[in-house]
């Protein structure tokens, strides 16, 4: 069924489009917001819109498992095809975005080797080309945009989310989402409610006090040259069920508030961002607060002698994060630097047993996640940090010199290096006192207006203490390397 979708769409779109206009590769951000304006069927009336890119990239690493000896090299190749048809009526749009292949379609030989990190990296057995990995076509944007008049819009549907201000601590995912934003003389001030997990059952009495929403109010005005961009966010997760957490190579234990009440995990995430200029200065920054409270959060304790229930338990902890960037473009590129923190509290998140009366909490930090790209290795890729679903550096501090869109001599070649310093801020774990830098180049080629190639490399160095290094396999990892290679097509 897909499949038939999918080949009416591309028909719908070869018979019906015009050719639009040329979209650089280099310079686009978001496709969605995109405005470029297609006939169709001559109706003047409706107005139909498709941007999108295409990506094929190909990976050789050598350590990427932070091994300090017996270091293996790998490769692999990734790929995905992004579409973002925007239908226009009136004063209501409908926005969506299609994604294909989004993956690898390289599927596993040997099952029983699992994914880190839900990446390629770390895949010990040999893959074979499988055809079902490419049949993955999913909606990932579907909703409507619709303007009262110049100063009032509605959104309703799925659509970004997770983002706000600049790339810091952002991963820009699809968010069922109500949302109504307006202008003042002041600037323009919004409001959402976003369902996250629907727990209501029609045969149990208050199962809707367990359901997952968050709730936001922000705004964006001007001062001088500088934006100011605040957002409350503010989550409650009164189910807060979390099956089957590894917590060592035997244990696992799965978390759960489902109570028919308003326990669980309530969540406030403060952000202020700012952009513009600051004389000569390019600059942006963003601050950033997260308040968790865990209240009465039942668990299971499964070891090799069986399941354990554990008494409930309570715990609360604060994450801070701060990040500044400033450039200035020269006649060469761009020369800049960036800098960014993240806190860390070892007494923060769940409550991990290491025997039958005792136990450590799992500790929290302040992540940069996905979208920031930290460096291509150990930020982008490894993820360097505490806690297995961390997307970016975690609880550290980062400092990064870098140059951009430097000419080469060379019509549409540009080149990119920056040198990037990592200190912990972590404690009482394997990354108490570590310390790194990586060292990344890039050259860039546009071969014509809308397609770019790309070659990338890193090299990466992890310094880790001495009380510490049993956990890295008896000593700091050897040094990590990384090259990389993307063709991109963007309309």
Known sequence: MKKVLLAVLVIFIATAVYAGDKVDPLSSTSQAVRDKTYKIFGTPQVQFDISGEFSARGYYWDNAALKSDDTVTNSYYQGYIDLFPKLKVGNTTLITKIEMVDQSPWAKF????????????????????????????????????????????????????????????????????????????????????????????????????????????????????????????????????????????????????????????????????????????????????????????????????????????????KEYGAYLNLWNDMDFGRIGGKLAYGSYDEDGGLKIMTGPTSFVYSGAGFDFRQDFKSNIILGDEIALGSGSSNEDLTGMTFIQPYIKGVKLGIDNLTGSASFGYIMSNQKDNKFEDLDAWEVDLGVQYKLSDNLLYKVDGGYASIGVDKDWEASWGGDSPDPIMLLKHEILFTF
């Open 110 to 317: 040997d099952s029983s080797i699992g994914d880190t990190n839900k990446s390629e990296l770390f895949d010990a057995s040999y893959d074979k080309y499988s055809s079902s990995k490419n049949d993955n076509i999913s909606l990932e944007r579907a909703y409507i945009h619709h303007d009262f008049n110049e100063n009032l819009f509605t959104e309703v549907g799925l659509m970004d989310g997770q983002w706000w201000g600049t790339t810091f601590s952002d991963n820009q995912a699809p968010k069922w989402r109500v949302k109504f934003q307006g202008k003042t003389p002041y600037g323009a001030i919004g409001a959402l409610v976003e369902k996250i997990a629907e727990t209501g059952n029609s045969t149990v009495e208050d199962s809707e006090k367990d359901d997952y929403d968050a709730y936001a109010l922000y705004g964006v005005t001007k001062v001088g040259d500088l934006t100011i961009e605040p957002l409350f966010f503010y989550h409650v997760d009164s189910a807060f069920y979390r099956p089957g957490v590894v917590t060592s190579a035997a244990t696992s234990q799965s978390f759960s508030a489902l109570d028919n009440g308003n326990n669980g995990v309530k969540v406030l995430y403060i952000a202020l961002a700012s952009k513009g200029k600051i004389g000569p200065l390019g600059m942006e920054a963003e601050l950033g607060y997260i308040s968790r409270d865990a209240k009465d959060i039942s668990f299971t304790w499964t070891t090799p002698a069986g399941t354990n229930q554990m008494p409930a338990f309570d715990n609360d902890w």
